[in-house]
């Protein structure tokens, strides 16, 4: 059966594998083997809990098997989660209708029309679909600050930017969207408008105006790929309560490093990774009845690890 798998791929995710009771991996068209984090983080998280278990990275140089591949790893042998990564989680949430099997959808991937977990067992039971980006970088700033009664910045408007920004109006915030393209921003904020709560908005601005926006915010998210919305000159003269987070980390993170070269602090994609894994571990935890107290501990455990500074070393 892992034959099967391989003919979609352009890598070989069964390189070496132990010989494993619980399948995972991460599905992407850019290569995830090369930087994925995810694998890392799930197959500590099964040693942890002494789990015979393996996850892995899948290479898909294209969308248009994308739903037959997703087939073909959920009849492996104990698989249990699909991550579903750039460019790809469009296309996955429109196979979802032509796979064979019970799916709980979750409300944000109905609304966002975006799938990045596949989590469960669809043989012995229902497969969960939801999207998580959102949830992990809301997680990450929640220890900071609620996004209740705040105004929010956020620059993108592309998948991530789309999860992050459904989370912070629905948390109670309004949103000020930014993007290089207007009528991509002016499009997720017609989206999300419905979903504000009373009193509170989603509107777009020109891409030109975040540097005039900033200082009204509260809160300042970069969701985009590459460039950052302003630089250290801006930011180190925006008032000292903002806080600010970049959906990418290392070396890629061009907006954190900007923030942190004007002496800031910003929160980086490590944590927004940490929480969207956090959410689908918890749904797995759950589907297989595994004891609270030591996932809870486990994952804990992870976040530390991870997110501090022996985690940063294994980009």
């Known amino acids: 059966m892992s034959g099967v798998v391989k003919s979609f791929l352009t890598n070989d995710p069964f390189l070496r594998p132990p010989p494993a009771a619980v399948l995972g991996g991460i599905a992407g068209g850019q290569t995830p083997s090369k930087y994925s984090q995810s694998p890392a983080l799930w197959n500590r998280f099964f040693d942890s809990l002494n789990i015979h278990g393996y996850y892995t990275a899948f290479d898909i ?37 032509s796979l064979p099997w019970k799916i709980r959808l979750g409300e944000r991937s109905r609304v966002l029309q975006s799938v990045n977990h596949l989590t469960g067992n669809p043989h012995h039971g229902e497969l969960v679909a939801d999207c998580t980006d959102g949830l992990g970088m809301i997680r990450a700033v929640g220890k900071h600050l609620s996004p209740e009664g705040r105004t929010a910045l956020l620059a ?42 009373p009193g509170r908005k989603a509107r777009a601005a020109a891409w030109e105006s975040a540097g005039a926006a900033a200082p009204r915010a509260d809160i300042i998210i970069s969701a985009i790929t590459e460039a950052a919305p302003f630089g250290a000159a801006v930011i180190e003269n925006l008032p000292s309560h903002i806080l600010f987070a970049d959906v990418r980390y ?3 993170a061009e907006f954190a490093l900007a923030v942190r070269a004007a002496g800031r602090t910003c929160i980086d994609g490590r944590r927004m990774l940490y929480g969207q894994f956090r959410c689908a571990a918890e749904t797995y935890s759950d589907l297989e009845g595994l004891p609270a107290g030591p996932v809870a501990k486990s994952l804990d455990d992870i976040e530390a690890w991870f997110c501090g500074e022996e985690g940063r070393r294994i980009n």
């Open 250 to 252: 290392g070396a890629m």
């Open 156 to 197: 993108g408007a592309g998948g991530a930017a789309r999860q992050i920004g459904y989370e912070l109006v629905r948390g109670g915030a309004d949103l000020i969207i930014v993007n290089i393209v207007q009528e991509d921003a002016a499009a997720l904020a017609q989206v999300l408008s419905p979903h504000c709560r």
């Open 61 to 97: 140089p294209s969308a248009g098997r994308l739903a037959d591949f997703m087939r073909a790893v959920f009849e492996l042998p104990g698989f249990i989660d699909l991550t579903i990564t750039n460019p790809y989680k469009t296309a996955a949430f429109a196979c979802l209708s």
